[in-house]
């Protein structure tokens, strides 16, 4: 053979593994096959099962993030409420938004039966952004601090932290009784 039948043959072969190089997809081969594999499903699905299907379809595009970004925004609705209306004809986050914002109701899905959330005679609830963290506590009792206690010669740096929540509501305490006696407008304000 001659050598330039050779490399005219190298370079034929070099072409064809460039050209394939160049034309294959950036997805990796396993994902190729699965999205072959479900378009050969979806083409043995006979059309009846596919239009009656559409319901169930719909209602299994609504991701997390959708129900999120609508809860940002209508943060009392119930997660359900929100699933709910997303998966209705036609509906998208920005139509449930604007529907929020009209003030139209929104429905439970049939045969569900929400829990209650809050119990307005003791303030719980089963939502933690929804506790009430505004209450009263009583941190002397709560943190076991006496008025008898005496920390004055004690450094704070030695204190475990036990002891120094103990230290802090003492001092805070201590300087609030002593604010109390100059203060008269403050003192007046208590009484």
Known sequence: MDSS???IIITLFLGFILVRWFLQSD?????????????MRNSRRPRNANNNNRNTANRATVSPQMIQAVQNIAPNLHVEQIRYALQ???ASV????????????????PNYTPIQTQNFTTGSTNDPRKVNMIRSDNLLTKFNVHDNDDFTNVEFTDLDMNERKKYLIWKARREMKERLQNDNELSSLLN
Not at 94 to 109: A, C, G, K, Q, S
């Open 27 to 39: 997805q990796h081969p396993s994902s190729v096959r699965a999205t072959q594999q479900n378009s």
């Open 88 to 90: 209705q004809p036609n």
């Open 5 to 7: 039948v050779v490399s």
């Open 94 to 109: 920005e139509i449930v938004i604007e529907r929020y914002l009209r003030d139209e109701t929104f429905d439970f899905p």
